[in-house]
């Protein structure tokens, strides 16, 4: 399995995932601000949004389930 895979559907994969999200949103709404930053803040929605749902949206591009959980499970 591709360790970056693995890593990214871990424990700490998936809190980096969230706080790069959260990040990202506060950016975009706080610091940025127009339409720009309603942009930034959606491009951070989904880092956050697949760190929550436990998701890897790189795996299938490395033959691995979509599912954190079940990349877990084959290791």
Not at 16 to 31: D, E, P, T, V
Not at 36 to 60: E, H, K, M, N, Q
């Amino acid at each position: 399995m591709n360790p970056f895979v693995r890593f990214m559907s871990s424990s700490v994969g998936r809190l980096l995932r969230i706080l790069a999200g959260i990040a990202l949103i506060a950016w975009g709404m706080l610091g940025i601000g127009g339409n720009d930053g309603y942009i930034v803040a959606a491009i951070g929605a989904v880092p956050l949004l697949t760190g929550l749902l436990d998701i890897c949206l790189f795996s299938p591009l490395f033959g691995c389930p979509l599912s954190g959980c079940k990349v877990r499970a084959s290791r």
